[in-house]
Each structure stands twice: as structure tokens, then as C-alpha cells.
């Protein structure tokens, strides 16, 4: 260190040695990590996936066995939430290979001397939906999950009505 004379008064913040600043950067944001493919991300982290199902097995298993209300409870929620990030990440699954399938298709058009046609949203959503009504019919569901949005859109329709006390 610096040798100062002891008859000047010693400033409040002395730099004795110069000390580098660490650089934090964050790998979702970073450049150096490289880009993400969901692909490739499946790939190496497919060992969730049992590891996720082994859980789900215990959990059950410790519902089964527990006596206590509110331990019954809180392993009944954490199931439920683990069934349904299965579920979405299925869907998920559905919706990426639906998408490369598209793609695949538009390529093979291409090669073939034709333009190319990509979809809207909207027309998407139509497909997306359409798919949705074959499945609830395959499986037998169709007709309740109409009768529910028929529900939902008479409540809707009551509400946005002029109340009888107003008129």
C-alpha cells in the first residue's frame, strides 16, 4: 500500500488497489450461451420428464397413506398442478409438431416450384379449434362441452342485458 503523510488528513474513500469489477451476465440474455431450440432443449433435458413421473408415483403414493386433512389437501393441490403441467406441456408438444408439420409441408411445395402460402392467426386458431371438436367427438365429450358454453354464453348475454329495475 501507499505510504501518506500523516500531517494531511486521510480522504474518506482511499483507493488502495484497483480492484476489477465482475461482469454479471445472465445466459438467457446472453449472446455467449448461444440460441435456444426447443428442440434441442427437449433433447437434453428428457430426464425430467421420468424423473417428473417417479414424483408424480410418490405423490400418490403418500396420498393414499396420509391420514391428516390439511396434508391431504396440500398433496391433493401439488398433483393437481403436476397433472396439469403435464398436460400443457403435452400440448405444447402437440402444438410444435402441428407447426413443423406445416412447415414441412410449405418446403415440399417449394421444392416443388410452387409459392409458398403461410397461415394467419386466425386461420390457426380455425384449424386449431377445428381439431378441438374432432377430438370431443372422438371421445364422447362434444355434447357437454357445448351445453357448458351454451351456460357460459347465456350468463354472458343475461349480464350484458339491461337490468329489469332500470327499465
Not at 396420509?66 to 386433512?69: E, S, W
Not at 402437440?94 to 409438431?97: A, G, V
Given at each position: 500500500p501507499l505510504e501518506m503523510s500523516a500531517k494531511k488528513p486521510v480522504p474518506f474513500l482511499r483507493q488502495v488497489v484497483s480492484v476489477?469489477?465482475?461482469v454479471h451476465r445472465d445466459p438467457r440474455?446472453?449472446?455467449?450461451s448461444g440460441e435456444y431450440k426447443p428442440?434441442?432443449?427437449m433433447k437434453t433435458y428428457s430426464f425430467l420428464d421420468t424423473i417428473k413421473k417417479q414424483e408424480k408415483e410418490m405423490v400418490q403414493k403418500q396420498l393414499k397413506k396420509?391420514?391428516?386433512?390439511e396434508q391431504k389437501e396440500k398433496l391433493q393441490q401439488l398433483l393437481n398442478r403436476m397433472t396439469q403441467q403435464e398436460q400443457a406441456q403435452k400440448k405444447q408438444l402437440?402444438?410444435?409438431?402441428r407447426e413443423l408439420s406445416l412447415k414441412r409441408q410449405q418446403r415440399e411445395l417449394a421444392k416443388q416450384?410452387?409459392?409458398p402460402f403461410f397461415l394467419k392467426k386466425s386461420e390457426k386458431?380455425?384449424?386449431?379449434?377445428?381439431?378441438k371438436y374432432a377430438e370431443l367427438k372422438r371421445s364422447g365429450k362434444l355434447e357437454s362441452f357445448l351445453n357448458k358454453k351454451r351456460k357460459r354464453n347465456a350468463i354472458k348475454?343475461?349480464?350484458?342485458?339491461?337490468?329489469?329495475?332500470?327499465?
Open positions: 476489477k469489477k465482475k440474455f446472453d449472446d455467449l428442440e434441442i432443449f396420509c391420514r391428516d386433512v402437440e402444438l410444435r409438431e416450384g410452387k409459392r386458431r380455425k384449424l386449431e379449434l377445428a381439431e348475454d343475461k349480464r350484458r342485458l339491461p337490468s329489469q329495475k332500470n327499465l
